[in-house]
């Protein structure tokens, strides 16, 4: 029997000779125990579970049926194996029991040769059916982990990516500079958004894949983002002589236009910068590439390149690793492309021909408030509107270059009062003691984390009605949904702009 022979076995039957002719024939290879009626059995298998049951139909009191009835009810018995025992031969009966989750019949007079097969083969399916169960919690154990890996790295790779793309700006802004400076300056910023590409890719399609991924829409404007992008590939555009052209409502758009769609920031980076370096790739050389805007019912983004699409990729040209004529080319752009349009709850097409070239059209969505939205005032308007004001803010963050960073921010914006706290313990004490008019507090902290504090403040503080802005680098639901039931006022998720954060304050204080 090899592996099999530690395997326990318990009989169930009332007459002690049918006992003695199972035992006869499976105990020198198995561990046999034996129960004489249904509540025997039942606490039998509660001491200790067998591995397989031989089950009596016909017993008083408690039968078979009920026997294994109860047993298939309970969640540590359920998969336990039962043969029926019985001198009974019908069909119906054995249907009965089938029906009920038996997995066997052996009719009385037994034939050893014939019980031992069964058993051996019942326990042999008994023994892989556990081995893929554990291989299934392994599984399972490993896909929590991975969440709880993806978690970690976008908190822990997200905060101090925010200083590196907002640093070089509010350096840039300061001014004082010289020309080789400021392009250091912003070359510093173009690698974080390329690291922040890399980090969104790996860390939100597999969420987007299974369809996990929590959308937290707000209104972007996407020209600034367009332009940024149109920096990062300027070595690209120069090596294949290409031009790239932003048009909106027909005519040329500078930075300081707007085109605003519903969705998250940097999920309409990572889309656009997938498409538009895939349309300098396809482009010929020397060609100009049109990205055309049009506010219908709903926003289009329209990226023409004059390259054709493979007609052997077309019908698969948004799949997963599909690629054609590319060096090196992965397939996951277009691909992710796709999966973010859809998360954003918009669509994703395109045409292709030698006459026309390749136009690839994203229809996305606008909310409810876009069109009475007031355009973005100039950071030196919202410095104006705080200057005659004394406000004292606390800005807790375990990160010190975070807390340093957001800092920066807000004195562009024209505070001047601050208490800083490496963690909610500590500007829960702060709170306690000092007058604040805003809180900007991390999520993940030690001692006490950003939820923590925010239900300090509003259920155990004598400040509070004081408003608290959380910021994260993972909007996850749980922690989205706990925020708003203690009455957060505002949530940002890292990275994001010094804009983003002006935003956020403008609205708490007007």
């Known amino acids: ?71 298939k009810s309970r ?152 332009f940024q992008i149109q920096g990062e590939t300027r070595d690209m555009q120069n090596a294949r002589n290409l031009s790239l052209h932003v048009l909106s409502g027909g005519k040329e758009a500078g930075q300081e236009d707007s085109f605003v769609v519903s969705g998250e920031e940097m999920l309409c980076y990572s889309m656009l910068a997938n498409l538009i370096k895939n349309a300098m790739e396809a482009s010929p050389p020397g060609n100009k590439i049109n990205i055309l805007l049009k506010k219908q019912p709903d926003p289009v983004i329209q990226i023409h390149n004059q390259g ?54 994203v229809k996305l969505k606008t909310i409810s408030e876009v069109a009475k939205e007031k355009p973005t005032d100039s950071p030196e308007k919202v410095k104006n509107a705080f200057l005659n004001k004394t406000i004292t803010i606390l800005i807790a963050d375990d990160y010190k270059i975070m807390r340093t960073t957001i800092m920066g921010i807000l004195r562009q914006m024209g505070f001047s009062r601050f208490f800083s706290a490496e963690n909610g313990k500590k500007a829960a004490e702060i709170v306690r003691t000092e007058q604040v008019n805003l809180i900007i507090s991390d999520v993940n902290m030690p001692e006490m984390s950003g939820i923590d504090l925010l239900r300090y403040v509003r259920e155990k503080s004598t400040q509070k009605e004081v408003p608290l802005i959380l910021v994260t680098g993972e909007s996850d639901k749980k922690t989205v949904q706990s925020a708003l039931q203690l009455k957060v006022n505002d949530y940002i998720v890292k990275p994001f702009s010094s804009d983003v954060l002006m935003k956020k304050i403008e609205k708490v204080f007007t």
Request: aromatic share 4%; proline share 5%.
């Open 75 to 226: 969640e540590d018995t359920k998969d336990i194996p039962v043969i029926f025992v019985t001198a009974m031969g019908e069909i119906e009966n054995e249907t009965k029991g089938l029906d009920i989750g038996a997995v066997d019949y052996i009719t009385k007079p037994l034939s050893p040769p014939i019980v031992k097969a069964r058993v051996h083969n019942h326990l042999q399916l008994k023994k892989a059916g556990d081995e893929l169960k554990k291989q299934n919690e392994i599984l399972n154990e490993n896909i929590r982990l991975r969440e709880d890996v993806d978690r970690i790295a976008r908190h822990d790779l997200k905060t101090p990516l925010n200083a590196v793309i907002t640093i070089p700006d509010l350096l840039l802004k300061e001014g004082n500079l010289n020309p080789e400076q400021s392009d250091m300056l912003k070359m510093l910023e173009t690698s974080g958004y390329r690291m922040l590409d890399i980090i969104n890719s790996s860390l939100d399609l597999y969420k987007m894949e299974s369809g996990k991924y929590e959308l937290t829409p707000v209104s972007v404007n996407i020209i600034p983002i367009i």
């Open 308 to 361: 054709v699409v493979p007609d052997e990729i077309q019908d698969r040209f948004f799949e997963k690793y599909v690629t054609a004529g590319k060096k090196g080319g992965t397939g996951l752009g277009t691909y992710s492309a796709k999966l973010i349009t859809e998360t954003l709850g918009g669509t994703i097409s395109f045409q292709s021909s030698p006459e026309k070239g390749t136009i690839v059209t």
């Open 1 to 71: 029997m090899g592996e099999l022979s530690d395997s326990k076995i318990l009989v169930v039957d009332d007459t002690d000779t049918n006992i003695d002719i199972l035992v006869e024939i499976l105990g020198d290879d198995y561990d046999v125990r034996v129960a004489t009626d249904g509540f025997g059995a039942l606490e039998a298998v509660s001491e200790e579970p067998p591995d397989l049951i031989l089950l009596d139909i016909m017993m008083p009191d408690l039968d078979g049926y009920e026997v294994c009835k109860k047993l």
